[in-house]
């Protein structure tokens, strides 16, 4: 691996950078620097659909001055609007944006959706469906897991059953994030019960405000509207709007997208929440805090994490360099993946360790929280990214397999 950027790489850093510090509305330059939590609900997609009238413009505003580069998708190819970057230059595009604390636009109607049709879709649902998605028209939940198929995806059974022209689809999703910010959904549908569970499973995308659909709230433990159920009866959805071939929509679900996924974000907001720990620390006011906490004792933690910090950078960085040579991660994404949302987690920890029974303070505006309770509100908000995406147990399961070799238990 070559840490360094050559100059055209410098060049593209610098012209990202300069765009960010043009055109990053002042609505979200003030949200990052009050430092206050983020949760589940702090997103884009978020802001645009159920936001505050200043957050939607803010995104609306965020959303038009990216398209003005074809930044909102920028591993799309330039034809359907994308950016048409290389990989190195997504990580850097990305790794720009994490510094900024910038959002990213569009949510999984373009990391994953769109990047679905592009390979899988026909022509005509390309030109239904990605431009409303790049205007941010269309907002995207997945239909994926059920309450019997978590890990297990393919065991999923809500069905789709044909009728002429339509699918008629009966059942329940769980963990559908976004559905009650989105006007679209993506899914997986059992089409065939009698093939083998991999074979009988179908991928459409449908109208969330169709007749027979409804998203009901699941809120966590930190009392965030997080995620949804959803239920399907008797929902009607045009057979025009399958994507691939019937009964190989798992095929189509677990295809392996070229678009960037080296988590560099979540490997720079670790490293930016310890160095804010370690600058307030050294105020009176952290000062004042840490004398009832636990900061001698954690000291060793601290500088633990920070080079487990700088080791996630370069489990990213491995990732989009294996992508820049042609190469397809398979148990590295995994490795990054568990690595990242385990260390929030022991940051997090280490972090309330610190402000000790100042640490028990949820209230962010409280003037007893200490860092706006951020590492208080983490350590809650932070279990669903051990679980989202594929457990750690899945993601270990891969690592052993995959990448070492030993035998399926």
Known sequence: MDWADNEEQAAFRAEVHSFIADRLPQFYRDRIAARRPRGLEDDWQGDIAVGTPEAQAAASEWADALSTKGWVAPHWPEEYGGGGMTPMEQFIYNQEMAEAEAPLV?????????????????????????????????????????????????????????????????????????????????????????????????????????????????????????????????????????????????????????????????????????????????????????????????RGAVAEHYVESEVMFNYSFRIISMQARGIIPNYEASTSKMFASELVLRVSRTGIKVYGLYSNVWDPDSEHSPQNSVFTQSNVHAVIGTIGGGSSEIQRNIIATRGLGLPRG
């Not at 059992?190 to 169709?210: E, Q, W």
């Not at 809120?219 to 959805?237: A, C, K, Q, S």
Request: charged residues 20%.
């Open 106 to 298: 569009g949510g999984s109607g373009v990391s994953l959706l769109g990047s679905t049709l592009l390979v899988h879709g026909n022509e005509e649902q390309k030109r239904k469906f990605l431009p409303p998605t790049l205007r941010g028209e269309f907002r995207w939940a997945q239909g994926f897991s059920e309450p019997g198929a978590g890990s297990d995806l393919a065991s999923l059974q809500t069905r789709a059953t044909r009728d002429g022209d339509e699918y008629i689809i009966n059942g329940q999703k769980l963990w559908t994030s976004a559905a009650h910010k989105s006007n679209w959904l993506f899914g997986m549908f059992r089409t065939n019960p009698d093939a083998p569970k991999h074979r009988g499973i179908s991928f459409l995308v449908m109208d969330i405000t169709s007749p027979g659909i409804s998203v009901r709230p699941i809120i966590t433990m930190g009392w965030e509207h997080g995620t949804n159920e959803t239920f399907y009866e008797n929902v009607h959805v045009p057979a025009d709007q399958l994507v691939g071939e019937e009964n190989r929509g798992w095929y189509v679900g677990v295809t392996l997208l070229d678009f960037e996924r080296s988590n560099i974000a979540g490997a720079i907001q670790i490293r930016k929440n310890i160095d804010r720990l370690i600058e307030n620390v050294r105020t009176p006011e952290g000062q004042r805090m840490v004398e009832a906490g636990g900061l001698q004792r954690q």
